[in-house]
């Protein structure tokens, strides 16, 4: 798929990024990407298994059936993106920001996440179980049908969420 004799994943990436709106079915698995800007992307049916992400930008992307299962995400935005049916499974965020994204149906299971947000975000259908959520607010948030099963809370708040209509297995943190 790359020819690393001449360039690295992260320069054929950054080609196909800046020559194109969409990613369909490529799998970049196993890579290492810093600083890149996939605004306004629209990435479908993409692996990115066990990928870092350092300092990227997915602002108002629209991401389908993806994976990002024991991926890294460390200084990353993804501020109004609209992700659905994707897979974040093992996943560890640190300092990343969700703020006013429509996450519908994802997997979110086993992930650690520290110092990051997914205020006003809507989480719909989504499943946080077995998590590490610490300094992860999700605040003003739609939770209907969203799983919050297993997890390890601190200082973690659900202040204006609805989370009557939520699955939570024990007190909710509403702080």
Known sequence: MFNTATQTVQEDLAALLA???SLNGRDFSRASFHNLD????K???????HTR???CVFTGARIRMSFFDFACFIGCTFENADIQFSCFA????????FAN????INNFTGIKAH?????????YGSRFIHCLLDNTPFQNCNIKKTHFIKNTYHDVSFKSSNTRIAYFDNEVPLS
């Open 115 to 123: 110092n990051c947000s997914f205020n006003d975000s809507d989480l």
């Open 53 to 55: 992400f350092t300092g």
């Open 43 to 49: 990435i479908t049916g993409c692996s990115f298994l």
């Open 38 to 41: 996939f605004s306004g992307k």
């Open 101 to 104: 994204a429509e996450l519908l």
């Open 19 to 21: 020559t194109g709106s």
């Open 90 to 97: 093992g996943s560890t965020f640190e300092n990343t920001d």
